[in-house]
């Protein structure tokens, strides 16, 4: 772990100009930066950067953080690696905290192995391009199957010798350790004690995390005996779980960004060939079954998905019910066949580059229609089968979490189904609603049905602002004076030191806040208060929880900025900004949210007496009922306003 005293000095030398300005052309514009968010598509620039507050925030995308954050999302680190880039580029030496020896002995053997992966990925590598064998067998192969050596140089292909313990023999020369070579699978030892290696005999695809280095490999046999397995893999190892690994994913990184969509396809040949062919935001699941860790992966870095099939129809209809694991993550999924048995690899192969990315452009298609149209062509014209067509379609649209695109297919399925909208969402609901008791979930918390009008969004589910209620925008409101201001001294108070964070706070000392990161602001300056502390912004803008981070980022940009045509002698026009009437600023806070705060009393009251009986407490009731008259009038008075009576 890093030492927090590092984690500050990092977060102290990080100046948001700077480090954005690696990979945003900023121009200045009022008291802040702006220019095209790196995010999301745009023409007009809405990325702001403000010098002054340390943040970013698109008011595009709503994208928006600090430094730390933004190498987090744009580079797509984790918060270490964010931390050592941010260290390496302001020279700061990360020395990290001791661990425990269990600790020290986890890492060093996680550690241990990725040397030994990547070890025997240069073996793999040195033995096909500077030995006998493997120019001839491995390279040979590579090279007919029609890959350029550019493009095997760059996945660093390579090639296992027939020899039962060629790789073995030499890692044991070079003085590696038999329980790192047997834990990364790369031998395998028999019952007698002796040891072969996993891989003879075959062509090797290394697999590399996203920082680049080798996890496991892929091998293929280059034998005709049905006997022999194709594909030979590594096994689960402490560094290599298939399930949270794609297959080119290190190399598409950046083309996925950049084009804003993944091609996800079978095996290693498709990567490479598409690769070869300029298509390069594609991976591969490797053969296996797509899991919700690889399906996370992509949604790192787009929420578009192109799943490019071959010919086999058998095969795409036992693919289907999978695919609709990237619904369920909020992925938009298109789907592209290619003809006569082809698929991407021969594809490329037969007809070119130009050709290729031609008809991937021309015949990728929605996957809902896609999926609808190959269940109906199978179904024919039996009833029976297409009602479950029906219902399978509808489970799939059930899976979508945005209700506006659901809505959408609906629309469009009814008329490829040839059956009534209103049929489909009603089945549309009872799924939804099957779904979420299935989960043992609250009944508040269940899903909108279908054409039904919706709530307003929770603000602590990152509801739009426009969206939120008054009385969460006015706790809101408090939290922005405190982030603004609340550490600027109240001048109109007798005794002019005191900040206007604890004054602020003792007026609504009676007061509790709704929003669940409004409050853990509030709460985070009582403590900090009641140690004669205030706490600074990068307390909240930094923080752990995104909630709080994303609140605090949100109050303190500012998307305007004033015209420096205002405010000078020339034009003799002087705007008052509200830094110069913190008095007012303040108390009309106080007494906004304190008068939001009777009237809900208020209205609680006569709700509540339209069906009392009971004459004492009607009494009590009526008596309370007009204090709080009493206290609404005395708000309103102090806030200039009138009580409509």
């Not at 744009?74 to 990360?94: R, T």
């Not at 999924?333 to 690899?345: A, E, H, I, R």
């Not at 508040?444 to 509801?463: I, Q, R």
């Not at 923080?543 to 000078?568: E, F, G, M």
């Amino acid at each position: 772990m890093i030492k927090q005293e590092i984690i500050d000095k990092i977060i102290d030398a990080a100046r948001i100009e700077e480090v954005v300005g690696d990979f945003v052309d900023l121009k200045k514009r009022g008291t802040s930066l702006i220019g095209l968010c790196p995010f999301h598509n745009e023409k007009t620039p809405s990325f702001n950067v403000s010098v002054s507050k340390g943040i970013y925030k698109c008011f595009g995308c709503g994208a928006g953080g600090d430094a730390v954050r933004f190498v987090m999302e744009h580079e797509k680190y984790s918060y270490p690696e964010a931390l050592k880039y941010l260290a390496q580029k302001y020279h700061i030496e990360v020395e990290e905290t001791e661990r425990t020896p269990e600790q020290l002995a986890a890492q060093n053997k996680r550690e241990s192995l990725f040397i030994v992966t990547n070890w025997a990925g240069k073996f793999f590598k040195e033995t096909l391009w500077d030995t006998e064998e493997g120019r001839t067998v491995g390279l040979n192969y590579f090279k007919e199957r029609g890959y350029r050596e550019d493009i095997i140089q760059k996945f660093e292909l390579g090639y296992s010798p027939e020899a039962w313990s060629a790789l073995y023999d030499k890692a044991k020369a070079e003085g590696y350790n038999d329980e790192f070579l047997e834990a990364t699978g790369l031998v395998i030892r028999k019952d007698d004690g002796s040891v072969y290696d996993r891989f003879r005999g075959r062509v090797m695809f290394p697999i590399h995390n996203l920082t680049g280095r080798i996890l496991g490999f892929g091998g293929r046999t280059l034998k005709t005996d049905k006997k022999t397995p194709k594909y030979v893999n590594s096994p689960e190892s402490e560094v290599y779980h298939k399930s949270d690994v794609l297959y080119g994913l290190y190399f598409a990184k950046k083309p996925i960004l950049d084009a804003d969509n993944c091609y996800l396809v079978e095996g290693y040949a498709d990567v490479l060939s598409m690769h070869q062919a300029g298509v390069e935001n594609v991976v591969a699941s490797s053969g296996t079954s797509l899991t919700s860790g690889q399906i996370r992966l992509i949604a790192r870095y787009t929420k578009n998905v192109t799943i490019l099939y071959d010919g086999d129809e058998a095969g795409i209809k036992a693919s289907l019910r999978g695919t609709d694991m990237l619904l369920e993550e909020g992925l938009n999924v298109k789907v592209l066949l290619f003809p006569d048995g082809n698929d991407p690899d021969s594809y490329v192969q037969r007809f070119g580059s130009a050709a290729f990315k031609k008809y991937i452009a021309e015949h990728q298609r929605d996957f809902i229609f896609y999926k609808t149209q190959v269940l109906l062509r199978d179904a024919g014209g039996d009833p029976v089968k297409r009602a479950a067509v029906i219902h399978d379609v509808v489970e799939s649209i059930a899976l979508i979490p945005d209700a506006i695109k659901a809505s959408v297919f609906v629309r469009e399925c009814s008329a490829l189904l040839d059956i009534e909208e209103r049929i489909l969402i009603a089945e549309l609901n009872k799924i939804r609603v099957g779904q979420a008791r299935k989960a043992d979930r609250k009944p508040e918390s269940l899903p909108t049905p279908a054409g039904a009008p919706k709530a307003v969004p929770d603000a602590a589910n990152g509801a739009a602002e426009e969206s939120l209620s008054s009385d969460i925008l006015q706790e809101r409101e408090i939290v922005r004076i405190l982030l603004h201001y609340g550490n600027q001294p109240a001048t109109w108070e007798t005794d002019s030191d005191i900040p206007i964070a604890p004054l602020l706070l003792s007026g609504l000392s009676d007061l509790s806040f709704d929003d669940p990161a409004c409050l853990a602001i509030i709460n985070t300056y009582k403590d900090y208060i009641a140690h004669n502390e205030l706490p600074e912004e990068r307390v909240f803008v930094g923080h752990a929880d995104r909630r709080i981070a994303d609140l605090a980022i949100d109050l303190l940009a500012t998307k305007y900025n004033l015209s420096p045509n205002w405010n000078d002698e020339k034009r003799k026009i002087y705007v008052t900004h509200e830094s110069e009437r913190l008095e007012d600023l303040v108390y009309s806070a106080i007494y906004r949210i304190k008068k939001r705060k009777v009237e809900q009393q208020i209205h609680r009251i006569r709700e509540e007496l339209k069906t009392e009986t009971d004459a004492a407490n009607m009494e009590v009731m009526l008596a309370n009922y007009q204090k709080l008259k009493d206290v609404s009038k005395l708000i309103a008075d102090k806030l200039g306003t009138i009580v409509i009576k």
